[in-house]
């Protein structure tokens, strides 16, 4: 078994509203940001996993995201492992 | 001007605390992600930038983070290009 670092990326599945990305978006004229579009808020969360190999720990960590971490009616998700 | 689509990761400086990462932590053994540790709870922000490339719109990304996305006290950042 060895440690794996992965990171999930969770985000609002397209079609959902996403308050905080266009708060973010109206506030960027009034800072001079003009030539920035398209945003949008997700969360990143990264966590360890000891297995075996790296694609065993990436579905440890996709099932973790389905049974606890995203809300699959809203948001998608994408675990990568980083180290 | 071409347009890249940016990425910045905003986490928790270590040593800040971090009540989101804990509570996910401690929800792990009840549901058997014993294998899990080391949750980390931030943020990830994608956005377009227009710029004539690669490394100025990741630089236009980086004074966007420090100057609205990231709290410079408590969090770091980094921003990369997806495409």
Chains 1, 2 share one sequence.
Do not use: Q, W, Y
């Not at 440690?3 to 996403?18: C, P, T, V």
């Not at 009034?30 to 190999?53: D, M, P, Q, T, W």
């Not at 720990?57 to 699959?72: I, M, S, T, Y």
């Amino acid at each position: 078994m060895s440690e794996f670092e992965l990171i999930a990326e969770i985000r609002h599945k397209s079609g959902i509203a996403d308050p905080e990305g266009s708060t973010i978006l109206r506030a960027l004229p009034a800072l001079g940001f003009e030539e920035i579009s398209n945003v949008s808020v997700g969360k990143a969360i990264r966590f360890a996993v000891s297995a075996s190999n790296a694609s065993e720990a990436v579905a440890k960590g996709e099932e973790l995201c389905k049974r606890l971490l995203a809300n699959p009616v809203l948001e998608s998700f994408k675990v990568s492992v980083i180290s």
